[in-house]
């Protein structure tokens, strides 16, 4: 793996073990060598995780939106900032420059970027294995919700299997940069209606 698209809050959060994470998952990306891809904003866990992975001598690119970035919340300092047209060019960019995603605690656009990079690794349209990083159990709810999808038929196995959820930032990037997806050429059948 040699960059991590993470999705994240333009808040910290009311718990401090946000910020902590964001600065632990930003210096241990830097000190194994492993690029930091992220929405580009100097605000909430977005500026921390860049902050750390820059101070730790990391790469870090932003991508942000024109109208993002004309509200002054563009992070200057990233190694790479890229201003794009729209929220679609940034979350494409952003999946063209990463080879896995993970995501951090945060709102309904970090849980919106997470959906999308998992939707297109079940469609296929790339082979990208996303993260859940849970720390102080915040995903804890949505991956009991995930498993409830697969026992009611919604998702399959094997594209569950995709979704990794740790507590540990070190672990959960181990296991992105070795887990093998499956190639599920078909994923709908005629006969499952």
Known sequence: MKRLCVFCGSSVGANPAYSEAA???????????IG?????????LMGVIADAALAAGG?????????????????????????????????????????????????????????EAITWTQLGLHRKPCGLLNVAGFYSPLAVFIDQAVSEGFIKPVHRAAIVVDDDPARLLETLSTIDLPDVPKWIKRDET
């Open 23 to 33: 600065t632990t998952l930003g210096t241990l990306l830097a000190t194994r060598g």
């Open 36 to 44: 930091l891809v992220y929405g580009g904003g100097n605000v909430g």
């Open 59 to 115: 790469e870090v690119i932003g991508v942000i939106p024109r109208a993002l970035a004309d509200r002054e919340i563009a992070h200057t300092g990233c190694t790479e900032l890229r201003v794009v047209d729209s929220m679609h060019t940034r979350k494409a960019m952003m999946a063209d420059l990463s080879d896995a995603f993970l995501a951090m605690p945060g709102g309904v656009g970090t849980f919106e970027e997470f959906f």
